[in-house]
């Protein structure tokens, strides 16, 4: 059986391509995201939007990354938990410079967190987190939390908040909701049901 014909530059199936819908965005500050192999090939995945649209990029898939490749003190690891602050508060203590660097961790929450255990160096990272009212568009992927974001999501509101600006990144969003609706026009509509609507409130998980 022949494999199917893959986008070089989005990863996607050619009927799946999301590169008609990219805008390449200069944003300020420079974004790492730290991604769990097991995300690299996958179709939902949304990591990738934000390489293929961001001029100040990177993504480094592994287990374990080298400490020595981080700028430690000037890296914020964006990562809710009780110690971390919203990206306001750190620009009100003035703790956010224009070459700060954030961190991203890509991959479910459980392959998020695995990623935080391996590293000892990211969980002494200050850490930062969104202060968003709007849930997760995320709709063919759950998250135990209910203010769990997907990477692409999480990147929005981060750059929005940090440059002050709701509409620049917008692109960004955009992107990941025609991947979204062409995963779901792609599957049976008794499957999305079943497993990605809340059969009692009849909307998004």
């Known amino acids: 059986m022949s494999k199917r014909a893959v986008c070089s530059q989005c990863n996607k199936a050619l009927p799946a391509c999301i590169c008609a819908s990219i805008c390449v ?19 939902i995945g949304t990591a990738r939007i934000l390489a293929l649209s961001l001029s100040r990029v990177k993504i480094t898939t592994a ?26 508060t750190l620009q009100e203590k003035q703790k956010i410079g224009a070459n700060t660097q954030f961190i991203l961790l890509d991959g479910s929450w459980k392959k998020a967190y695995k990623l935080l255990m391996n590293n000892p160096f990211l969980q002494a990272l200050p850490k930062v987190m969104m202060d968003v009212a709007d849930k997760s568009n995320y709709r063919i992927r759950k ?53 990605y609507l809340d059969p009692i409130k009849g909307g998004d998980v």
């Open 63 to 88: 287990d374990t990354f080298e400490a020595t490749d981080f700028d430690l003190e000037n890296t914020f690891l964006v990562f809710p938990d009780e110690q971390a602050n919203t990206v306001s």
């Open 143 to 195: 998250s135990p939390r209910e203010d769990g974001l997907s990477t692409v999501e999480a990147g929005y509101a981060l750059l929005s908040t940090l440059e002050n600006d709701h509409t620049k990144f917008i692109p960004l969003l955009d992107s990941f909701n025609k991947m979204i609706d062409f995963q779901i026009a792609s599957m049976p509509a008794e499957v999305y049901q079943k497993h």
């Open 25 to 43: 965005l200069d944003n300020q500050h420079f974004l790492h995201v730290l991604q769990d192999p097991s995300e690299q090939h996958k179709a």
